[in-house]
């Protein structure tokens, strides 16, 4: 680890922006097919193999991180070191194009989307968290399609409302579904 002088940071940070899509909708309202500028596009790929790509990147530019059961790499550090780590950490995203959107997905695979996503939401209700309200089926995977963005996130209900023992335990017993296209 590099060296610093002042008291240890802990930090857990995704991999990549996440495999689910799950980044605000912006787009100028164009699609393009799938395939069509993939140099545009993240790669499709689990999380799992994006967590491994980012561990090997952050280690060569010298840091000591490991990947959690969540698949995000964590790093103790010295807080002098964050403002380093986080531009080590957003060059790897950039080598390994983690930092452009993911690939658009088809109707059909945003229609699986959404009922892993509804599925979660149910779990993480049973849990005892309170969760907004799904779009209806046919606005998300429009907008999945069309804007290459989710609408909703259940995960999103929770997360500043959790401590990080909390957030780690909806994790583990809701897992958060990943791209049913991932196998393709």
Do not use: F, K, N, V
């Given at each position: 680890m590099r060296s610093g002088s002042s008291k240890p940071?802990?930090?857990?940070v995704p991999a990549v922006l996440s495999g689910l899509l799950l980044l605000p909708a912006c787009s100028d309202g164009e699609s393009e097919s799938p395939g069509e500028n993939a140099s545009d596009y993240m790669p499709l790929m689990s999380n799992l193999e994006a967590g491994e790509i980012m561990q090997d990147c952050m280690t060569e530019h010298g840091w000591e991180v490991e990947l959690n059961e969540f698949n995000e790499?964590?790093?103790?550090?010295?807080?002098?070191?964050?403002?380093q780590y986080q531009a080590d950490l957003e060059s790897c995203w950039a080598e390994h194009g983690f930092d452009k959107?993911?690939?658009?997905?088809?109707r059909d695979t945003a229609g699986e989307f959404f009922d892993l996503v509804v599925e979660s939401?149910?779990?993480?209700?049973d849990l005892g968290y309170s969760i907004s309200e799904p779009p209806?089926?046919?606005d998300y995977i429009e907008a999945l399609v069309s804007t290459n963005g989710a609408i909703w996130d259940p995960y999103a209900d929770i997360v500043e409302s959790t401590t990080p023992e909390e957030w780690d335990?909806?994790?583990?017993?809701?897992?958060?579904?990943?791209?049913?296209?991932?196998d393709e």
């Open positions: 940071l802990s930090t857990a790499i964590e790093s103790s550090h010295e807080e002098a070191q964050a403002d959107p993911p690939p658009p997905m088809d939401a149910g779990c993480l209700e209806g089926r046919e335990e909806a994790r583990r017993s809701c897992p958060q579904p990943e791209r049913p296209d991932l």
